[in-house]
């Protein structure tokens, strides 16, 4: 995922038993698709296995905080819990920066629970991030902090 100039972010939509119904990795880059998020891919999975779009007795796992775009979806999908690891105190649409999950026009509120294996996954992402920044001659070194 992260060798192919997407940013490493994956999600699996699991069903009231616990069954993965529905998963996804960002796509963006690959299909050039501006709606290629690791939710949305996992939401239309599952909306095709269920044969409905409602998913209230459903649980999203994913790696980041979901972006307002899919944070509206989720709302929309009626998505009955989000477990995510990483905050994104850029974009994040799950209290980091907006939270439709509690905002008033919301007809459906879902229980989320963020930063699970937070560390980690903040790690990973910015691993990534500074790998994908640094020009092709510099070194693999890993950068010193400054505090």
Do not use: Y
């Not at 269920?50 to 796992?61: Q, Y």
């Amino acid at each position: 995922m992260g060798a192919t100039g997407e940013i490493p972010v994956a999600a699996v939509l699991l069903d009231q038993a616990g069954r993965c119904i529905g998963h996804g990795s960002n796509r963006r880059e690959t299909h050039r698709d501006p709606l290629g998020h690791a939710e949305l891919m996992a939401l239309r999975q599952g909306a095709l296995l269920l044969g409905d779009w409602r998913m209230n007795h459903c649980t999203l796992l994913v790696t980041l905080e979901p972006c307002p775009m899919c944070a509206g979806a989720l709302v929309q999908a009626r998505v009955g819990q989000v477990i995510f690891a990483a905050r994104d105190r850029k974009r994040g649409g799950l209290g980091s920066t907006i939270n439709l999950a509690d905002h008033h026009s919301a007809h459906h509120h879902m229980r989320v629970v963020g930063g699970v294996m937070e560390e980690e996954a903040s790690l990973q992402l910015a691993s990534w991030f500074r790998q994908r920044r640094r020009s092709p001659g510099e070194s693999e070194e890993a950068p010193t902090q400054t505090n």
